[in-house]
Each structure stands twice: as structure tokens, then as C-alpha cells.
């Protein structure tokens, strides 16, 4: 009988969800290679998606947007909702940058999106990071997002959403000072930087940010704060 060493790190699960069996197939081959992954199953679609979610519980589910049946929107909503803190965590697959429904799905819950032309390092990249709870997604990235949320619903004189400005008073003036950095799209360093700290601390800022605000990532950290209207995205 084969033992696991205590020793040996648990491989990060992986979901792969597209209606292309060649884009299932590729994604699986490379992440094959990769000791600290195992990927255990794949989905045509979102309703299949949704169940291998609920029977599997895997770390990361790497989603198609644009599938027949139940899209990837949809099923991440499905799959956010019956989510423990630690996940599984979406990784969002789109064909363009921020295209029409990436929006929608960063709002779902999704931890951040790829363009399916994305490196297979950066995909493997991408991985770690989500199952880490970071947030996949570049400060240009962020940025066009805030655009995106402006362009949608402008924003009137009043904060849009009451329950966002609700959430932004339980945060300190220095806690506010970060949340609007990350809203801008800075990194943790370039916050450090302007805010004259260490980035060890702009670090715990941000955890304690994110608990007192109820966002699972950076996505939606900034989706709060333009909700709030704490971040103004012609600022």
C-alpha cells in the first residue's frame, strides 16, 4: 500500500468547465504536468459544472463564460452562493479582455478571469494565486473594470448601493486611504509607496479590509468601493 509522505503539499484541485472538448483537453494535458495540481474533472456546461462543484469540492474552477444551456455567469452565481471562505474559487476563461459578461461575473463572486489566449505559465500562475485567495486580475485590468462599472451606471450624487456605504464606515481613515488605492489599482507595494508604510503592513490592512467589508478578493473589494462611492473613477 502507497503511503503520502506528510512531508509531500497537497496539489491544488482543478475543475475545468468549457463546452470545447479541445480547450478541456489542452488545459488538462498541461496542468497534467504539474505536481502541485490535480485536475479531477471537467463540465461541457454549467449545470454539469454545478454538480461536479457540489461532488467534488475542488480548490479552483477554471470557468468558460460563453457556453450553451447555463453560462459561466450563472453557474459561478450558483457556485459562489453554496461556497465555504476558503471556496472553490472561479477563475473566469473569456475570449476578449473584459469583454460584456466578465463584469457580470466578477459581481457573481468570480476571483478574477483569464483570456483563453493566456501563457500556460500564467494560467498555472493563476492557479496558485486563487487557491491562495488571491485575485487574478493586473491594476490595468482593474482599471478598465472601474470604467466598465462607470460607463454601465453612472454613478448618481449619492452613493448607488446603501449596503456598500454602509460597509465603507466600519473602516478606519487609514483603511479607507488603502481601500481607495486598491480601487485605483494599485498593488500592495505601489500602496506602500504612496502611503509611506511597509508593505508588510499595507498587507494586514488589506485582510482586515477585506473581513470588514465582506469581499473575498481584490475584485470585489474595488467593486465595493466604487458601490460606495468612495472611489471615483474620473479621479
Known amino acids: 500500500m502507497n503511503h503520502r509522505n ?22 488538462r494535458m498541461f496542468l497534467a504536468g504539474q505536481d502541485d495540481v490535480e485536475v479531477v474533472a471537467e463540465a461541457a456546461d454549467g449545470d454539469e459544472a454545478v454538480e461536479r462543484v457540489r461532488d467534488l469540492r475542488p480548490d479552483v474552477v477554471l470557468m468558460d463564460v460563453r457556453m450553451p444551456g447555463t453560462d459561466g455567469i450563472t453557474a459561478t452565481r450558483r457556485i459562489v452562493a453554496g ?6 474559487r472561479v477563475l473566469l476563461l473569456t475570449t476578449f479582455d473584459l469583454d460584456e459578461y466578465v463584469l457580470a461575473g466578477l459581481e ?6 483569464l483570456t483563453k489566449d493566456v501563457e500556460p505559465q500564467d494560467l498555472l500562475s493563476a492557479i496558485r494565486a ?17 470604467d466598465r462599472l462607470a460607463s454601465r451606471e453612472p454613478r448618481p450624487a449619492s452613493p448607488p448601493d446603501g449596503r456598500a456605504g454602509e460597509v465603507i464606515d466600519r473602516l478606519s481613515d487609514r483603511e479607507r486611504e488603502v481601500l481607495v488605492a486598491i480601487g485605483r489599482g494599485l498593488t500592495n507595494t505601489e500602496i506602500a509607496e504612496q502611503l509611506f508604510l511597509a508593505e508588510s503592513t499595507v498587507k494586514s490592512y488589506v485582510g482586515r479590509i477585506f473581513v470588514k467589508i465582506g469581499a473575498r478578493d481584490r475584485v470585489q473589494a474595488v467593486i465595493i468601493a466604487y458601490r460606495s462611492g468612495l472611489v471615483d473613477p474620473d479621479g
Open 108 to 113: 457573481a463572486g468570480a476571483s478574477g478571469f
Open 83 to 88: 461556497a465555504a471562505p476558503t471556496g472553490p
Open 130 to 146: 486563487v487557491a491562495a485567495g488571491d485575485a487574478v486580475i493586473a491594476p490595468s485590468a482593474t482599471r478598465r473594470l472601474i
Open 6 to 27: 506528510e512531508a509531500e503539499p497537497v496539489a491544488t484541485t482543478v475543475l475545468i468547465v468549457d463546452d470545447q472538448r479541445l480547450q478541456r483537453l489542452g488545459m
